[in-house]
């Protein structure tokens, strides 16, 4: 029997298509209840204030890449949602004085457009996000070479061939987007062999870095978060960092300060994540078969699920 058709989309899955009793119980949770859902291989920590929320996030950068040397370079790759974090990172490296020439990093994604990546002089760009709050304010005798630097193309073979060139990637961080994606791996269209079920996690899972089209709800997000509300300016394709690549990381941390997903969604997939509950129509949740994630909430951003007419 075919599940119920979205919500929001129609011709796409996503956490709408989830069963009722599943969404109950997600917005019944309290911040003391989804504390209580770590367990082995899942860790979930709460932070009082923006300042310590962000300098966590900014200090999990530092601690991989001063792992780094030349014979064993170590990696980090990192999201633009959230983006406070990066000027932090940029200031410690700077005041430590910490050399990180033989560190590595993958940006995760990328918008697409006109058959390519955006350049980095398009507005919405990543990878001119990245290089402006944080890797052209680090001092040029501490940073690593441009080579070193790994942003997504449109034709991804040499960022994909980064991934397995000998360089440890420590940790992956990510963020939460309304459709419950990291990075930009979006629920799939509903059509096709999927037309009734969503793809099963394992076809999900030999996803690798490609080029992906956008749930409306990711473009209606990304331009209430990036671009003012003018949503004619949003890309509606994107290149993503896939499972596959994320499968490689040796831990994987996402970031929740209220900004880019609801009260909702920000205790939905921390319940399917902390039950093991895996469905394609909600990507966030397949971290549930990742050996090592955790997740990093600003309590205040939580808010409730509690109705509210404004």
């Known amino acids: 029997m075919p599940r119920k058709l979205s919500a929001i989309a129609p011709d796409w899955w996503d956490y709408t298509t989830l069963d009722d009793e599943l969404i109950r ?8 209840k989804m504390v209580k859902l770590s367990r082995p291989g899942f860790k979930v920590v709460m932070y009082e204030t923006l300042e310590e929320f962000y300098l966590a996030e900014a200090l999990e950068y530092i601690t991989a890449w001063k792992q ?27 005041e430590l004085n910490l050399n990180i020439r033989s560190a590595h990093f993958w940006g995760m994604d990328e918008w697409f457009l006109d058959g390519r990546e955006v350049p980095v002089t398009h507005p919405l760009s990543f990878e001119r996000a990245d290089r402006e709050l944080c890797f052209n304010r680090i001092r040029k005798e501490l940073v690593m070479p441009d080579e070193n630097l790994h942003f997504p193309k449109a034709d991804t073979t040499a960022y994909r061939k980064s991934w397995d060139a000998g360089v440890r990637c420590a940790i992956m961080q990510g963020g939460q987007g309304d459709v419950k994606h990291w ?31 956008l749930h409306p709800l990711t ?67 397949l971290l549930a078969e990742h050996p090592n994630v955790q997740f990093n909430y600003y309590r205040k951003g939580l808010g409730t699920c509690a109705v509210e007419m404004h």
């Open 68 to 94: 780094s040397t030349p014979d064993n370079p170590v990696g980090i790759c990192g999201p633009i949602g959230p983006t406070e974090q990066l000027p932090l990172v940029a200031r410690i490296v700077n």
């Open 25 to 32: 119980d997600a917005a019944a949770l309290t911040p003391e």
């Open 183 to 213: 990075a930009f791996n979006d629920p799939p269209r509903r059509k096709g062999k999927w037309k009734d079920q969503p793809p099963p996690p394992a076809e999900y899972r030999k996803l690798a870095t490609r080029v992906v089209d």
């Open 219 to 285: 473009i209606a997000q990304n331009a209430r978060t990036s671009g003012g509300g003018n949503i004619a300016i949003v890309p509606t394709q994107a290149i993503t960092v896939g499972p596959v690549e994320t499968w490689k990381a040796e831990k994987v941390s996402i970031w929740q300060a209220g900004n880019h997903d609801n009260p909702f969604g920000q205790r939905l997939t921390c319940l399917m994540i902390a039950k093991k509950i895996v469905d394609t129509a909600v990507p966030m949740s």
